[in-house]
T-cell receptor
């Protein structure tokens, strides 16, 4: 119930294209869904996050789409650039009040390569 | 730069040994989280401390322990090390116990030979 399943494992996109990464979860107590970007040799950095009260959130070229009934959420990177080449992780954490609050459960990661 | 610092950057040690990893959270952050990243297990939550108190525990082995000190820095102690403990260990921090945004440090790469 604590798993977050992420796909695809790797993704190759041409510059200017759209990158789409999908995640699915089972635990209905999850109510915070961040995406992290990690470059080689660096720690994960928060990219964008969403709560279940909205179905979409956009920040620049990055958009999260959230489907609460399907328990799925996805990251869309518009106009993908070679500098976006990194590993992307979706994550989820349960709502406040529980003993696991703050515990991020991560997906397995997607290695994105954007070709120039 | 997230503002979270971790030392050392790299650590190479032998099986059976004990090591200590150190983390200093961002200025003003009271929460510290520890995560382990390995190729087979991905990023796994280990433990969360808030203002010196343990708040949540994840898949942390009994050979591992952590604490957060009055100055808010945290240490992760790994003992009786095994080959399988080789991984990247990340510390993250956030403002409070119920704050969503966690800022990750650069990590400590542990190699157990």
């Amino acid at each position: 119930q604590q798993q977050v399943k992420q796909s695809p494992q790797s993704l190759i996109v041409q510059k200017g294209g759209i990158s789409i990464i999908n995640c699915a979860y089972e635990n209905t107590a999850f109510d915070y869904f961040p995406w992290y970007q990690q470059f080689p040799g660096k720690g994960p950095a928060l990219l964008i996050a969403i709560r279940p009260d909205v179905s979409e959130k956009k920040e620049g070229r990055f958009t999260i789409s959230f489907n609460k009934s399907a328990k799925q959420f996805s990251l869309h990177i518009m106009d993908s650039q070679p500098g976006d080449s990194a590993t992307y992780f979706c994550a989820a954490s349960p709502n406040a009040g529980g003993t696991s609050y703050g515990k991020l459960t991560f997906g397995q990661g997607t290695i994105l390569t954007v070709h120039p | 730069d997230s503002g979270v610092t971790q030392t050392p950057k790299h650590l190479i040690t032998a099986t059976g040994q004990r090591v200590t990893l150190r983390c200093s959270p961002r200025s003003g952050d009271l929460s510290v989280y520890w995560y382990q990243q390995s190729l087979d297990q991905g990023l796994q939550f280990l433990i969360h401390y808030y203002n010196g108190e343990e708040r949540a525990k994840g898949n942390i082995l009994e050979r591992f322990s952590a604490q957060q000190f009055p100055d808010l820095h945290s240490e992760l102690n790994l003992s009786s090390l095994e080959l399988g403990d080789s991984a990247l260990y990340f510390c993250a921090s956030s403002v409070g116990p119920i704050t969503d945004t966690q800022y990750f440090g650069p990590g400590t790469r542990l190699t157990v030979l």
